[in-house]
């Protein structure tokens, strides 16, 4: 497999307080991660660029676009909410994640990589058309889908998110759209308490019990989301990649493991080889406990990669 590896300098510098866990050296542990396994060298590395208002817009009205660079301070941080936060550069980072996915969704149908991984933050899956929340501004893997859909004439996008947070912004845009099945675990009841109940035909909502392990999430996974993939038949997979279901996240309260995030990354490739010609996009969401975070993105890269899955002394 050809995997391309997506990020950009411009991440690091949004910053919500030195105690946030969203913190710019998640991507840093990643990099260190990943360099020191050899797995970065093993993909084509690249830069994003900023993703333009044409595409932003497409998923988040212009006046919601307007209201967020209104609140842009000059200087310091100001407060959206209770848990997120802008400083100058936050808008900056959140255009080239944003990017990212349109760059990667741009690699998989010029064939010029089999999947992408976004390494970038501000994550995405909480934005909602017109609420910024959940340590997200622009909802990244949103615009990717949208992109595919104007510049590709993608019909069938699959988005699976295996986050411990539901995709509360992923299904406030695309609910009720036949183009596009979300497919998302996640702890029951949890943040963000909005849209936990299935009630749109290409919603495939999955909750998980506190304390559900790595046993259980793939069975439960393999009952819900696979007849309805089989059925969509998606010609583009994009995977809202959260490792905060890690047994050792302060996050949440999931007990995956690793080789968990290995194998749901893996059925996801198995069905974008039965249907997309192994178009997969995926982007980083959540992950807050360092090490379980870049060893989290170390299985995952190796599915992309084809290699197999073995257990790294840390």
């Known amino acids: 497999m050809i995997t391309a590896y997506l990020t950009h300098p411009d991440c690091s510098l949004h910053h919500m307080g030195p105690e946030h866990p969203e913190s710019p050296q998640r991507l840093e542990v990643i990099r260190a991660r990943l360099s020191l396994a050899g797995l970065l060298q093993q993909t084509m590395q690249a830069d994003a660029k900023e993703a333009c208002e044409e595409a932003l817009a497409r998923v988040h009205p212009l006046r919601h676009l307007r209201a967020l660079e209104k609140c842009l301070p000059q200087q310091g941080i100001v407060t959206l909410d209770s848990d997120t936060m802008m400083n100058p550069d936050s808008l900056q980072a959140a255009r080239v994640a944003a990017g990212a996915v349109i760059r990667g969704v741009d690699q998989v149908f010029k064939r010029q990589a089999d999947n992408v991984f976004c390494a970038v933050r501000p994550p995405g899956h909480h934005a909602e058309a017109s609420d910024a929340m959940g340590f997200c501004f622009y909802n990244n893997i949103a615009v990717g889908a949208a992109h595919a859909r104007a510049k590709y004439g993608a019909k069938r996008i699959a988005i699976l998110d295996f986050d411990v947070h539901q995709c509360n912004g992923t299904i406030d845009i695309f609910k009720n759209d ?31 019990e506190v304390g559900t392990d790595g046993a259980e999430f793939r069975r439960i996974v393999e009952n819900h989301w696979l007849s309805a993939l089989h059925a969509f038949k998606p010609d583009l997979v994009m995977i809202s990649a959260g490792f905060d279901a890690h047994r050792d996240d302060p996050m949440g309260d999931i007990c995956l493991e690793d080789e968990d995030f290995y194998w749901v990354t893996h059925m996801a490739m198995e069905i974008a080889t039965l249907y997309a010609d192994n178009r997969l996009v995926s982007v980083l969401e959540g992950g807050y406990n360092p090490k379980s975070l870049a060893s989290g993105v170390e299985a995952h890269l190796k599915a992309l990669l084809g290699l197999p899955f073995s257990e790294v002394p840390s």
């Open 178 to 208: 036949p183009e596009v099945l979300i497919c998302t675990s996640f702890q029951y009841p949890f943040y963000p308490w909005r849209y936990l109940r299935s009630e749109w035909q290409n919603v495939v909502n999955t909750p998980l």
